[in-house]
T-cell receptor
């Protein structure tokens, strides 16, 4: 079974632009979570989607948004990019949205904002 | 709010030596606890998890961890380290309810000397 895939793997943008990242979960998984990883703040939870609905949200500004499609694929969008948005964005999928479910992580998208 | 502390930012061990990575958590009830490993340029891979029951849990790659409620700790151990274990290790706590998914520690980078 294929793992979690994220596209693109690397992205370079300039301040003020917007960006869309994509995540395809493991087949059959219905929950997708997004995390931001930076050297200073570490790994921080962004949001979780289950059955096309945002179930949980971390403490990030409204510039960060996401959605999930009927096939469970998810996208996250960051508008009006800031230098501090440079990070590795990780997507994780699980079967359902229970906290006991193991989350399987993708390789991440490395976003650099210049 | 729950939190996770990994006191050691960087640990260096010799190949074949034993390893213990420390993790302390702050949480009101019994949390769900996880250890993940991240190799350079990769996503996170689950090593092991604790939900309930036996406080000593076995994971993949020869790792184990022990949950100690009295010390609010969930330390990761391996009796004999291999060069391929060099990576960054993250301890995480998953709430039994609430608005967030996994809360991660800042990570411990492991270097293995030949």
């Amino acid at each position: 079974k294929a793992g979690v895939t994220q596209t693109p793997r690397y992205l370079i943008k300039t301040r003020g632009q917007q960006v869309t990242l994509s995540c395809s979960p493991i087949s059959g998984h219905r929950s997708v979570s997004w995390y931001q990883q930076t050297p200073g703040q570490g790994l921080q939870f962004l949001f979780e989607y289950f059955s096309e609905t945002q179930r949980n949200k971390g403490n990030f500004p409204g510039r960060f948004s996401g959605r999930q499609f009927s096939n469970s694929r998810s996208e996250m969008n960051v508008s009006t990019l800031e230098l501090g948005d440079s990070a590795l964005y990780l997507c994780a999928s699980s079967l359902v949205d229970k906290n006991t479910d193991t989350q399987y992580f993708g390789p991440g998208t490395r976003l650099t904002v210049l | 709010a729950q939190s996770v502390t990994q006191p050691d930012i960087h640990i260096t061990v010799s190949e074949g030596a034993s390893l213990e990575l420390r993790c302390n958590y702050s949480y009101g009830a019994t949390p769900y606890l996880f250890w993940y490993v991240q190799s350079p340029g990769q996503g996170l891979q689950l090593l092991l998890k604790y939900f309930s029951g036996d406080t000593l849990v076995q994971g993949i790659k020869g790792f184990e961890a022990e949950f100690k409620r009295s010390q609010s700790s969930f330390n990761l151990r391996k009796p004999s380290v291999h060069w391929s274990d060099a990576a960054e290790y993250f301890c995480a706590v998953g709430p039994q309810g609430g608005s967030e998914k996994l809360v991660f520690g800042k990570g411990t980078k492991l270097t293995v000397n030949p």
